[in-house]
């Protein structure tokens, strides 16, 4: 079978595409840019106030051995070590 091959964009003149690679003046982002710590963003968040809140420990299982009264202190969030702050939010990109 002999099929014709498509005719090449490139050489349409009517289709100008923007060469690649080209400065823009739109495009003077800083670059690289910052990437967020996977593990850090499933593990801590940012409140409104900027405060970094954390969940607690010993509430993933065995958790019939434990009261209910324990159970719900665990979990509610709670704010992180002032001396960890500084290090979790270059982690999150903050």
């Given at each position: 079978m002999n099929a014709q091959r498509p005719p090449d964009r490139?050489?349409?003149?009517?289709?100008?595409?923007?060469?690649?690679g080209t400065d823009d003046e739109e495009s003077t982002?800083?670059?690289?840019?910052?990437?967020?710590?996977?593990g850090a963003k499933k593990r801590f968040r940012i409140s409104g106030a900027g405060k970094v809140l954390r969940e607690q420990a010993n509430r993933?299982?065995?958790?019939?051995?434990?009261?209910?009264?324990?159970?719900r202190r665990l979990s509610m969030d709670v704010?992180?070590?002032p001396t960890d702050v500084q290090r979790v939010k270059r982690l999150l990109g903050k």
């Amino acid at each position: 079978m002999n099929a014709q091959r498509p005719p090449d964009r490139a050489a349409a003149p009517d289709s100008p595409r923007p060469q690649r690679g080209t400065d823009d003046e739109e495009s003077t982002a800083a670059m690289p840019k910052m990437k967020t710590h996977s593990g850090a963003k499933k593990r801590f968040r940012i409140s409104g106030a900027g405060k970094v809140l954390r969940e607690q420990a010993n509430r993933r299982h065995l958790l019939e051995g434990k009261s209910s009264r324990r159970t719900r202190r665990l979990s509610m969030d709670v704010q992180m070590d002032p001396t960890d702050v500084q290090r979790v939010k270059r982690l999150l990109g903050k």
